[in-house]
């Protein structure tokens, strides 16, 4: 599986972006897709992610009622909507893809990554 991850950009705080990630490969249902974040001197931080099929979605703390995740199998693309931004969400978004039942909010369970998205949240 290739990912690409899309739609960072400079932000002010309160405002929104979409990310997007295009992944190829015939077996994209059946991954679960993650979001990931890492800003500057952090650690790789979960975000969100969300299974294959039955699209049950799992969020950070810091994130939950700001962000939503989503997926559309036929077009093997998963989005995350990011409302409310603050300046602590200023870091590289990375999307992963992850075999169901092994993949979770460790971003050491994910096999695939694309390259990064940088988000930029001004105060």
């Known amino acids: 599986v290739q990912l690409q991850a899309s739609g960072g950009g400079l932000v002010q705080a309160g405002g929104s972006l979409r990310l997007s990630c295009a992944a190829s490969?015939?077996?994209?249902?059946?991954?679960?897709m993650g979001w990931f974040r890492q800003a500057p001197g952090k650690e790789r931080e979960f975000v969100a992610f969300?299974?294959?099929?039955?699209?049950?979605?799992s969020y950070a703390d810091s994130v939950k009622g700001r962000f939503t995740i989503s997926r559309d199998n036929a077009k093997n693309t998963v989005w995350l909507q990011m409302n409310s931004l603050k300046p602590e969400d200023t870091a590289v978004y990375y999307c992963?893809?992850?075999?169901?039942?092994?993949?979770?909010?460790?971003?050491?369970?994910?096999?695939?990554w694309g390259p990064g998205t940088l988000v930029t949240v001004s105060s």
């Open positions: 490969g015939r077996t994209f249902s059946s991954y679960v």
């Open positions: 992963a893809a992850g075999v169901p039942g092994r993949a979770n909010t460790a971003w050491r369970s994910y096999d695939y």
């Open positions: 969300i299974t294959g099929r039955d699209g049950y979605r």
